[in-house]
């Protein structure tokens, strides 16, 4: 039978709920069961081979955010999200020199913890979770190794996106500045390179990334030269005097991929709003605070990892006992939201948008008179 991404999510919606004590359990033992995983897996002889003998602390870290990622999936129920993300998880760690047989080796080590840290009963259900996991691990190969689809592009911006992405990837400044400056004449110009060049030009170049064709360095480049471009063609085109209100944009703690947060705070300013951009990695704390002294109308953050969705429910959640914030919209978008719009309702937000566009269709329909 031939392995689809399809097949495969309609096989993991078949997996039983967990219940939610036994979630709580899981969240409340997190720490101390990724310990026991971080230790188990560094004292096996064979680990740097497993690890294509990148750090451990890269290991870690995997450990780290996969306990996040499942207190999510069990949470929610998002068997979904799941088959979408392990597939992911080989490629990304796999094109980086992690041997595929890491993968069963590690989520047993999980199972292992998992009886030793919950109650039997409790944890006989999640460990079926990592058990379909395992059972499913050659196929999750096979969709590793399969391309990955880009994002669509109009045909008449098709081959300018090509020529920028090249340039990108050469880090070529000067002549993406000179593309971007041949188009970009007003606020609709500025979201056309945006959305047909920027966005699906840098999700090519994270592809790339994740199937080890291009280094970090390169993928660092690229994201810097898009960060000048932005920079210097923004100042280009007038803004919008009317003023339609605060916003505050960020990514999500955890969150190093900023360009689309910027996009979005971008055109946000120019079509009128009061915009404070925070950037990447903004702690759930401090965006909390700088809500309650800034008082915005509008709310925007990016996700892109999975592993970052309950760290931005808690936020949201917060926000909404505040009785002072109570006519505060939040907006969220980013890569795990376009696979998974299930996700809008987990974290209480009260709309999506998967670019500038749709932003811009959304803070209108919820501008306030």
Same mark, same amino acid.
């Given at each position: 039978?031939?392995?689809?991404?399809?097949?495969?999510?309609?096989?993991?919606?078949?997996?039983?709920?967990?219940?939610?004590?036994? =979630?709580?359990?899981?969240?409340?033992?997190?720490?101390?069961?990724?310990?026991?995983?971080?230790?188990?897996? #560094?004292?096996?002889?064979?680990?740097?081979?497993?690890?294509?003998?990148?750090?451990?602390?890269?290991?870690?870290?995997?450990?780290?955010?996969?306990?996040?990622?499942?207190?999510?999936?069990?949470?929610?129920?998002?068997?979904?999200?799941?088959?979408?993300?392990?597939?992911?998880?080989?490629?990304?760690?796999?094109?980086?020199?992690?041997?595929?047989?890491?993968?069963?080796?590690?989520?047993?080590?999980?199972?292992?913890?998992?009886?030793?840290?919950?109650?039997?009963?409790?944890?006989?259900?999640?460990?079926? =979770?990592?058990?379909?996991?395992?059972?499913?691990?050659?196929?999750?190969?096979?969709? #590793?190794?399969?391309?990955?689809?880009?994002?669509?592009?109009?045909?008449?911006?098709?081959?300018?996106?090509?020529?920028?992405?090249?340039?990108?990837?050469?880090?070529?400044?000067?002549?993406?500045?000179?593309?971007?400056?041949?188009?970009?004449?007003?606020?609709?110009?500025?979201?056309?390179?945006?959305?047909?060049?920027?966005?699906?030009?840098?999700?090519?170049?994270?592809?790339?990334?994740?199937?080890?064709?291009?280094?970090?360095?390169?993928?660092?480049?690229?994201?810097?030269?898009?960060?000048?471009?932005?920079?210097?063609?923004?100042?280009?085109?007038?803004?919008?005097?009317?003023?339609?209100?605060?916003?505050? =944009?960020?990514?999500?703690?955890?969150?190093?991929?900023?360009?689309?947060?910027?996009?979005?705070?971008?055109?946000?300013?120019?079509?009128?709003?009061?915009?404070?951009?925070?950037?990447?990695?903004?702690?759930?704390?401090?965006?909390?605070?700088?809500?309650?002294?800034?008082?915005?109308?509008?709310?925007?953050?990016?996700?892109?990892?999975?592993?970052?969705?309950?760290?931005?429910?808690? =936020?949201?959640?917060?926000?909404?006992?505040?009785?002072?914030?109570?006519?505060?919209?939040?907006?969220?978008?980013?890569?795990?939201?376009?696979?998974?719009?299930?996700?809008?309702?987990?974290?209480?937000?009260?709309?999506?948008?998967?670019?500038?566009?749709?932003?811009?269709?959304?803070?209108?329909?919820?501008?306030?008179?």
């Amino acid at each position: 039978m031939e392995v689809t991404l399809s097949s495969i999510i309609e096989d993991a919606t078949k997996i039983p709920l967990v219940p939610l004590a036994s =979630v709580a359990e899981y969240r409340q033992k997190t720490e101390e069961m990724t310990s026991l995983v971080d230790a188990e897996l #560094a004292s096996r002889p064979d680990i740097m081979e497993l690890l294509g003998y990148n750090a451990l602390q890269v290991m870690y870290e995997n450990h780290k955010h996969h306990a996040l990622f499942m207190a999510t999936v069990l949470g929610v129920g998002g068997y979904e999200l799941l088959a979408r993300t392990v597939p992911w998880v080989y490629r990304s760690y796999h094109s980086h020199g992690f041997s595929y047989d890491y993968f069963p080796i590690e989520l047993e080590a999980w199972q292992k913890a998992i009886s030793r840290c919950l109650d039997k009963e409790l944890g006989r259900e999640i460990s079926a =979770v990592y058990s379909w996991m395992i059972d499913a691990h050659d196929k999750m190969i096979k969709l #590793a190794e399969m391309p990955g689809d880009d994002l669509p592009v109009s045909e008449q911006w098709f081959e300018i996106k090509e020529d920028f992405r090249n340039r990108l990837l050469e880090g070529d400044f000067q002549g993406c500045l000179a593309i971007a400056n041949h188009y970009v004449i007003d606020q609709q110009t500025l979201q056309a390179l945006y959305l047909q060049i920027i966005q699906p030009a840098m999700y090519e170049i994270g592809m790339l990334w994740e199937e080890a064709k291009i280094s970090v360095a390169q993928e660092h480049l690229a994201s810097a030269v898009v960060a000048r471009i932005m920079a210097t063609i923004g100042s280009t085109v007038s803004v919008s005097e009317k003023t339609k209100g605060k916003a505050i =944009v960020t990514s999500a703690v955890n969150e190093f991929h900023e360009i689309g947060a910027w996009m979005i705070s971008d055109v946000l300013y120019h079509d009128g709003w009061q915009v404070r951009y925070l950037g990447a990695n903004t702690p759930g704390t401090d965006l909390l605070t700088m809500v309650d002294d800034f008082y915005p109308d509008l709310l925007a953050i990016s996700v892109t990892m999975p592993f970052s969705i309950t760290a931005v429910k808690n =936020v949201i959640a917060s926000i909404k006992e505040n009785v002072l914030h109570k006519d505060l919209k939040v907006m969220v978008g980013g890569r795990v939201f376009n696979d998974n719009p299930e996700l809008l309702e987990f974290v209480g937000a009260h709309g999506f948008a998967a670019n500038t566009d749709e932003a811009l269709r959304l803070t209108r329909n919820w501008q306030r008179p």
